[in-house]
């Protein structure tokens, strides 16, 4: 497949690179600063962008199989701009007629897992309590895919950790796993490069945990 990652220089956007090209898969990384992306291979390309025009992305996201993007904040003072970047995205591939959209959001966005108990809706709780401005994003974000044209899957994990692949883990559409509380981001990659061809996740939010 031909695929499009956008946020290649975060942490699951390296590994959605990384595990594309070992998958064999024709892989565009955009990028603002290539410097900041260490993975390489004959068939990757890097296009340097500042994602602020949808013009200049449509070259990158053109006769595409699919998109994934691992565009959001990295800290609160960066809340607005998952909604803002995905939204030039958007704009580029709704003007190349490119339907396939995956991306990441966060497990608070979505629904409480059923059976949730006391200790994991407390610990739900802080965390959207600490980090309300960042889901507000997540969440106007989540709704810009509900309103364009793409085939979209919203992939949301809970917290993420820089540990090894595992391959597995638990999905749950349009919910989350039961007690949910981590996933390593090379696992999250790996969910959403397995759900590019899954109907059953388009436009529709995917919890994924261990």
Do not use: C
Request: no cysteine; aromatic share 4%.
């Amino acid at each position: 497949m031909k695929l499009t990652v956008f946020g290649a220089t975060g942490g699951i956007g390296r590994e959605l690179v990384r595990q594309a090209l070992a998958a064999g898969h024709e892989v565009t990384a955009v990028v603002r600063d290539p410097a900041g992306l260490p993975v390489t291979g004959e068939r990757l390309e890097v296009v340097r962008s500042g994602l602020t025009d949808p013009r200049e992305l449509r070259a990158a996201v053109r006769g595409r199989h699919a998109v994934l993007s691992g565009l959001g904040a990295r800290s609160r003072k960066d809340a607005g701009v998952a909604t803002r970047l995905t939204r030039t995205v958007l704009g580029a591939m709704e003007a190349e007629n490119v339907r396939r959209l995956l991306v990441v959001s966060a497990g608070p966005v979505g629904p409480a897992p059923a059976g949730d108990g006391a200790l994991d809706r407390g610990l739900r709780g802080l965390v959207s309590a600490v980090l309300k401005d960042v889901y507000a994003d997540l969440r106007e974000m989540e709704a810009e895919l509900v309103h364009s044209g793409t085939d979209w899957t919203s992939v949301r994990p809970p917290r993420l950790q820089d540990k090894p692949l595992t391959g597995r883990y638990r999905i749950v559409i349009g919910g989350f796993p039961p007690k949910g509380r981590f996933i390593a981001r090379a696992d999250v990659a790996h969910a959403m490069l397995s759900m590019i061809d899954a109907g059953e996740t388009v436009k529709q939010g995917v919890g994924v945990a261990y």
